[in-house]
């Protein structure tokens, strides 16, 4: 299986890179190093001070997971590979078209528009969702989204074939992520990262093996997409303060609550 790396340039995007190269030939690799542009104003650097001082564990949770990431994973696998700004420029077009992947796989990125997609692949173009769709789409970050707004049963991984809308495509699996609800921040983190690359691997494999699955998300429920304009102090003070609650939830109350949910299963 030949694979075309779509991946936002970040520590646990190589992971997963050389994770996949383990099994598969990847035949080229396009990260995307955005240019983060914001503009200052008086209410953010207040509220930069607040995150600063009381829910600083947030941010490190982030980083110390890129950390981890970073001490295993320094370097990405030996390939053709190019770094954008924008994962949707011509450089990463003509790139792409050039390499004649069996797959193209979708991690981290910015939302992928409809050129991209029109790249040639023999199989299609898969994207991983850090979140269980359709029940938790969008961004930043689905975890953080679960905790902050007491879903802790929500919180999974899912492969879908990528489409124009956000987390919206036709799901090839869904998993919920096993989670020790009574670990720190980095840990859960970890948890789910490490999940969402092994169900990749998994996806990637079933395809490979000549399997099909091709699920449409409304079959399943409607679901939220949650966007990171929401992602407000609020919301950062809820997550704090029930990530503490989650550890008080009696034993299998979590799970009891997964069982009402649908995921789709690799045969």
Partial sequence: MRLLLWLGNEANQRALACKLSKEFTIVGIVSETRKHKR??????LVEFAFEKIFLSKISKAWTGMQSHYESLY????????????????EEAFRFSQNLNPDLILVSG???????MLSVEVNHG???????????IKGGPNCTNWCIATQQYHLAGNTIMWIDSGIDSGNIVCSEFAPINWKENFLSIHIAVMEHAH????????????????????????KGITYYTRDWTLTRKIDLVKNQKKVKSLKEGEIKARQQNIKTIALD
């Fill in 39 to 44: 503009k200052i104003t008086l209410r953010k």
């Fill in 74 to 89: 320094p370097h990405y696998p030996e390939t053709a590979s190019i770094d954008v700004e924008n994962i949707n420029s």
């Fill in 198 to 221: 092994d169900l990749y691997v998994r996806a990637i494999r079933f395809i490979s093996n000549g399997g099909k699955s091709s699920v449409e998300q409304s079959r399943l429920a």
């Fill in 125 to 135: 173009i898969m994207n991983l969702h850090t979140g269980l769709s359709p029940y």
């Fill in 109 to 115: 990125t910015r939302l992928v528009k409809d050129r």
